[in-house]
């Protein structure tokens, strides 16, 4: 029986060659009014070229064949890099949004400099880092002083100038640019994280007694785990009364964020203790225990001491004037005295009335003796008067006493100490059974003592110091490692391994066989007689011919030993149809072994006829 092949399709048939279309394969070319196709020795036409004919023509290539493997993995591994870069793109995030232009270019510079390999927002045009070098971005900014200038406070009023804004806008805006000029003044202190200033600017009225004075309110919240000491808030209460006219300290307020009220005046508090006496005698009480500490802590162990201190202070302030005369019992001295006496001398009337009016007087005459003369008559009168004025001296001494504050009125001290770890080797180092072993009553007697030494205890003030033991729950130890599956190391391993799981899939898969397809040797021809002859007619079939093409058989000698039976396993005694189960399996499975072949050719056409 005679069988005809059909036509391979070759593109380089269409090259112009003779004999192209090739009578070995009984093709031939059929010309229509629509074009060119190629049929085959039964007639049926075969597809004219496709699309991609031009590029099945450059595959078949031998040079391309050759290089195809290589630009097979250059694809791959660039695949691979572009998926790794992919995942592994860091997240941007803007940074200090708000910045003038100037500042923006500062700052841009000297992060790329510090190579955090910023990024300009073409969007919005803020500067952008990587999310996991944001914080990191920000403290290396704010060392460089960036930003510099921000448009808030007084250079806001610049744009804002108009001819029809009222005066109470004017007001408006002033106030809030003092706000807002204070609040950037206090963000200066370095333990102020932020802040907000409130300002109440009454009208004030051209009268003295009828003005009434501003008021100011502070809210500063302090960096994490810093807080504002009241030396500071000191500091912004006259910082504001000093840059607000007629403003006193007095009415100026400062909270924190957590509401609290923490301006404090100089005066004295009327219930309690003002805050430096509190921190006084908050800081006493830190050294007393300190004190208990390191005099405990050699013998029971650091871990093992626990103090309190309680001190009661006294800060009244007694100011005393004394004044003591003689002190020395010397008696009064003399130190000035001035005597004067006064003497008049009177005489009777006498002569003729009114006879010395009419004559002028006697010419006056001085006279050194002032001595009574008996001269004078004996009716004449005189008067004496005399004073004498003595100052003494005394000792005398001046004392203005003023008592110190803070004097310690009682005290009151707390000790609690460890128990020692049970016994759990007697006196001679063998093991036994835990027991315990707690401080003798002259252990806690001689602990007493020193703290009372070092403490400072007197009795007469009523002071108080126990020392007790007792046993101390374990601290509880918290975990502070964070997940597998939230650490950001981890997570990116498994991203990185699994991307190259996938990878080596994919080489494996795709990559493997298409380069194997290309790098396989072509099988030889199969020689034309194997098809047509007597053999092909009468013992080949359509599937064996397809094995000889797939096969590569060059001879008819290759062919005859290929088809030459083999010498079988089987004896006659196997074949007995009364063997059992066992044994019918294992003939079927020797015959299996002998020629695989042509058992599965006998099952593919028992498949069909069925």
Request: charged fraction near 20%; hydrophobic fraction near 40%.
């Given at each position: 029986?005679?069988?005809?092949?059909?036509?391979?399709?070759?593109?380089?048939?269409?090259?112009?060659?003779?004999?192209?279309?090739?009578?070995?394969?009984?093709?031939?070319?059929?010309?229509?009014?629509?074009?060119?196709?190629?049929?085959?020795?039964?007639?049926?036409?075969?597809?004219?070229?496709?699309?991609?004919?031009?590029?099945?023509?450059?595959?078949?290539?031998?040079?391309?064949?050759?290089?195809?493997?290589?630009?097979?993995?250059?694809?791959?591994?660039?695949?691979?890099?572009?998926?790794?870069?992919?995942?592994?793109?860091?997240?941007?995030?803007?940074?200090?949004?708000?910045?003038?232009?100037?500042?923006?270019?500062?700052?841009?510079?000297?992060?790329?400099?510090?190579?955090?390999?910023?990024?300009?927002?073409?969007?919005?045009?803020?500067?952008?880092?990587?999310?996991?070098?944001?914080?990191?971005?920000?403290?290396?900014?704010?060392?460089?002083?960036?930003?510099?200038?921000?448009?808030?406070?007084?250079?806001?009023?610049?744009?804002?100038?108009?001819?029809?804004?009222?005066?109470?806008?004017?007001?408006?805006?002033?106030?809030?640019?003092?706000?807002?000029?204070?609040?950037?003044?206090?963000?200066?202190?370095?333990?102020?994280?932020?802040?907000?200033?409130?300002?109440?600017?009454?009208?004030?009225?051209?009268?003295?007694?009828?003005?009434?004075?501003?008021?100011?309110?502070?809210?500063?919240?302090?960096?994490?785990?810093?807080?504002?000491?009241?030396?500071?808030?000191?500091?912004?209460?006259?910082?504001?009364?000093?840059?607000?006219?007629?403003?006193?300290?007095?009415?100026?307020?400062?909270?924190?964020?957590?509401?609290?009220?923490?301006?404090?005046?100089?005066?004295?508090?009327?219930?309690?203790?003002?805050?430096?006496?509190?921190?006084?005698?908050?800081?006493?009480?830190?050294?007393?225990?300190?004190?208990?500490?390191?005099?405990?802590?050699?013998?029971?162990?650091d871990a093992n001491v626990r103090s309190q201190v309680n001190m009661s202070l006294d800060?009244?302030?007694?100011?005393?004037?004394?004044?003591?005369?003689?002190?020395?019992?010397?008696?009064?001295?003399?130190?000035?005295?001035?005597?004067?006496?006064?003497?008049?001398?009177?005489?009777?009337?006498?002569?003729?009335?009114?006879?010395?009016?009419?004559?002028?007087?006697?010419?006056?005459?001085?006279?050194?003796?002032?001595?009574?003369?008996?001269?004078?008559?004996?009716?004449?009168?005189?008067?004496?008067?005399?004073?004498?004025?003595?100052?003494?001296?005394?000792?005398?001494?001046?004392?203005?006493?003023?008592?110190?504050?803070?004097?310690?009125?009682?005290?009151?001290?707390?000790?609690?100490?460890?128990?020692?770890?049970?016994?759990?080797?007697?006196?001679?180092?063998?093991?036994?059974?835990?027991?315990?072993?707690?401080?003798?009553?002259?252990?806690?007697?001689?602990?007493?003592?020193?703290?009372?030494?070092?403490?400072?205890?007197?009795?007469?003030?009523?002071?108080?110091?126990?020392?007790?033991?007792?046993?101390?729950?374990?601290?509880?130890?918290?975990?502070?490692?964070?997940?597998?599956?939230?650490?950001?190391?981890?997570?990116?391993?498994?991203?990185?391994?699994?991307?190259?799981?996938?990878?080596?899939?994919?080489?494996?898969?795709?990559?493997?066989?298409?380069?194997?397809?290309?790098?396989?040797?072509?099988?030889?021809?199969?020689?034309?007689?194997?098809?047509?002859?007597?053999?092909?007619?009468?013992?080949?079939?359509?599937?064996?011919k397809q094995a000889l093409q797939d096969g590569g058989v060059e001879s008819m000698e290759?062919?005859?030993a290929k088809m030459m039976p083999k010498k079988s396993n089987i004896s006659a005694e196997?074949?007995?149809?009364?063997?059992?189960?066992?044994?019918?399996?294992?003939?079927?499975?020797?015959?299996?072994?002998?020629?695989?072949?042509?058992?599965?050719?006998?099952?593919?056409?028992?498949?069909?006829?069925?």
């Amino acid at each position: 029986m005679a069988t005809a092949t059909a036509a391979t399709f070759q593109p380089n048939n269409f090259a112009g060659t003779p004999g192209a279309a090739g009578n070995a394969t009984g093709g031939a070319l059929a010309t229509s009014g629509s074009g060119t196709a190629l049929a085959g020795a039964d007639g049926a036409p075969v597809p004219a070229p496709g699309l991609f004919t031009p590029m099945q023509q450059m595959l078949q290539q031998p040079g391309v064949k050759k290089a195809m493997p290589f630009i097979l993995m250059g694809l791959a591994i660039l695949l691979f890099v572009l998926t790794y870069l992919t995942m592994n793109a860091p997240n941007y995030r803007p940074i200090m949004p708000g910045m003038n232009e100037a500042d923006q270019q500062t700052a841009f510079e000297a992060l790329k400099q510090a190579d955090f390999k910023p990024v300009l927002d073409a969007a919005n045009g803020q500067i952008t880092v990587p999310t996991s070098r944001y914080h990191e971005a920000r403290i290396f900014l704010a060392s460089k002083g960036l930003p510099k200038t921000t448009n808030t406070g007084i250079e806001s009023l610049k744009d804002q100038s108009a001819m029809t804004t009222s005066q109470f806008m004017e007001q408006v805006r002033y106030t809030a640019a003092m706000e807002q000029e204070l609040a950037r003044t206090i963000t200066q202190i370095d333990s102020i994280q932020t802040a907000r200033v409130h300002l109440a600017m009454p009208k004030q009225s051209v009268f003295v007694r009828d003005r009434t004075a501003p008021k100011a309110s502070i809210i500063v919240t302090p960096f994490p785990g810093r807080y504002v000491s009241p030396t500071q808030v000191q500091a912004l209460v006259h910082l504001v009364a000093s840059s607000v006219p007629l403003m006193s300290t007095e009415n100026v307020t400062v909270v924190d964020n957590q509401g609290k009220l923490i301006t404090d005046t100089t005066s004295e508090a009327a219930l309690g203790l003002t805050s430096a006496q509190t921190q006084h005698k908050q800081k006493l009480e830190d050294v007393y225990r300190q004190r208990v500490s390191q005099i405990l802590a050699p013998i029971v162990g650091d871990a093992n001491v626990r103090s309190q201190v309680n001190m009661s202070l006294d800060f009244t302030q007694t100011e005393t004037t004394t004044e003591d005369f003689d002190n020395r019992k010397e008696g009064p001295k003399t130190r000035s005295e001035a005597l004067s006496e006064d003497k008049n001398t009177l005489k009777d009337a006498s002569g003729i009335p009114g006879a010395l009016s009419n004559t002028p007087p006697a010419a006056p005459s001085a006279n050194t003796n002032t001595t009574a003369t008996g001269a004078s008559a004996a009716g004449d009168k005189s008067t004496s008067t005399s004073r004498s004025t003595r100052n003494f001296e005394l000792d005398r001494s001046v004392r203005y006493v003023k008592a110190a504050s803070g004097t310690v009125e009682r005290l009151s001290v707390a000790v609690v100490i460890n128990e020692r770890a049970p016994l759990t080797k007697n006196e001679k180092g063998e093991p036994m059974d835990p027991k315990p072993n707690p401080y003798t009553e002259e252990e806690i007697t001689r602990m007493q003592s020193l703290v009372r030494g070092v403490v400072g205890f007197d009795e007469k003030r009523g002071d108080v110091v126990t020392v007790v033991q007792a046993k101390f729950e374990p601290e509880q130890v918290y975990d502070m490692s964070v997940p597998w599956y939230k650490d950001e190391s981890v997570v990116n391993n498994l991203k990185t391994g699994l991307l190259g799981l996938l990878f080596v899939a994919f080489i494996m898969m795709v990559i493997r066989p298409a380069v194997m397809h290309f790098i396989a040797p072509e099988p030889p021809p199969v020689d034309p007689a194997l098809l047509e002859g007597p053999l092909a007619d009468g013992e080949l079939s359509e599937a064996d011919k397809q094995a000889l093409q797939d096969g590569g058989v060059e001879s008819m000698e290759e062919l005859k030993a290929k088809m030459m039976p083999k010498k079988s396993n089987i004896s006659a005694e196997m074949l007995d149809t009364a063997n059992t189960y066992d044994d019918k399996v294992a003939l079927v499975r020797i015959i299996v072994a002998d020629d695989a072949a042509r058992v599965a050719a006998v099952l593919k056409n028992m498949i069909k006829a069925g």
